[in-house]
C-alpha cells in the first residue's frame, strides 16, 4: 500500500489543522492505521492509531483532548484533526499503515508499521 500525506502548513496556537492521509495500491480495511510525528533532534513519536475495524483508537496523551484520528473507508483516507494545536506540536507528521494487526486493535509501537508515507511539516506559531 502506498500512503501519501497532506495538508501540514504553518498554524498560530489555537487554530486548526486537519492532515489527510490517502492510501492506494492496497485493501484499507485490511489495514490498522496510525500517525507518528517527529521534531528536529528527537525520536518519532506515537499521536494516535485506529484499528481496521474502528472500533479501536488511541491517542497520545500529549495530544489528548486536541487531536482526533478518524478512518473513512469509502475515501481510503486517514485524518488527523489538530484543534488546538501548540508549538510544541512543530513537527513533521508521518502516516503509517500495519496489515498484520488484529481487527480490533491498532499499535502505538512504531516498529509494528511496515508501510510509512513521506510525512508532511506542521509548524504551530505562538
Same mark, same amino acid.
Given at each position: 500500500?502506498?500512503? &501519501?500525506?497532506? *495538508? *501540514? *502548513?504553518?498554524?498560530?496556537? /489555537?487554530?486548526?489543522?486537519?492532515?489527510?492521509?490517502? %492510501?492506494?495500491? /492496497?485493501? +484499507?480495511?485490511?489495514?490498522?492505521?496510525?500517525? +507518528?510525528? &517527529?521534531?528536529? !533532534?528527537?525520536?518519532?513519536?506515537?499521536?494516535?492509531?485506529?484499528?481496521?475495524?474502528?472500533?479501536?483508537?488511541?491517542?497520545?496523551?500529549?495530544?489528548? /483532548?486536541?487531536?482526533?484520528?478518524?478512518?473513512?473507508?469509502?475515501?481510503?483516507?486517514?485524518?488527523?484533526?489538530?484543534?488546538?494545536?501548540?508549538?510544541?506540536?512543530?513537527?513533521?507528521?508521518?502516516?503509517?499503515?500495519? /496489515?498484520?494487526?488484529?481487527?480490533?486493535?491498532?499499535?502505538?509501537?512504531?516498529?509494528?508499521? %511496515?508501510?510509512? !508515507?513521506? *510525512?508532511?511539516?506542521?509548524?504551530?506559531?505562538?
Amino acid at each position: 500500500v502506498q500512503l &501519501q500525506a497532506s *495538508g *501540514g *502548513g504553518l498554524v498560530r496556537a /489555537g487554530d486548526s489543522l486537519r492532515l489527510s492521509c490517502a %492510501a492506494s495500491g /492496497g485493501t +484499507f480495511d485490511w489495514y490498522a492505521m496510525a500517525w +507518528f510525528r &517527529q521534531a528536529p !533532534g528527537k525520536e518519532r513519536e506515537f499521536v494516535g492509531a485506529v484499528s481496521r475495524s474502528s472500533r479501536y483508537i488511541k491517542t497520545a496523551d500529549s495530544v489528548k /483532548g486536541r487531536f482526533t484520528i478518524s478512518r473513512d473507508s469509502a475515501e481510503n483516507m486517514v485524518s488527523l484533526q489538530m484543534n488546538s494545536p501548540k508549538p510544541e506540536d512543530t513537527a513533521v507528521y508521518y502516516c503509517a499503515a500495519d /496489515g498484520a494487526q488484529r481487527w480490533d486493535y491498532a499499535s502505538t509501537d512504531a516498529r509494528q508499521y %511496515a508501510y510509512w !508515507g513521506q *510525512g508532511t511539516q506542521v509548524t504551530v506559531s505562538s
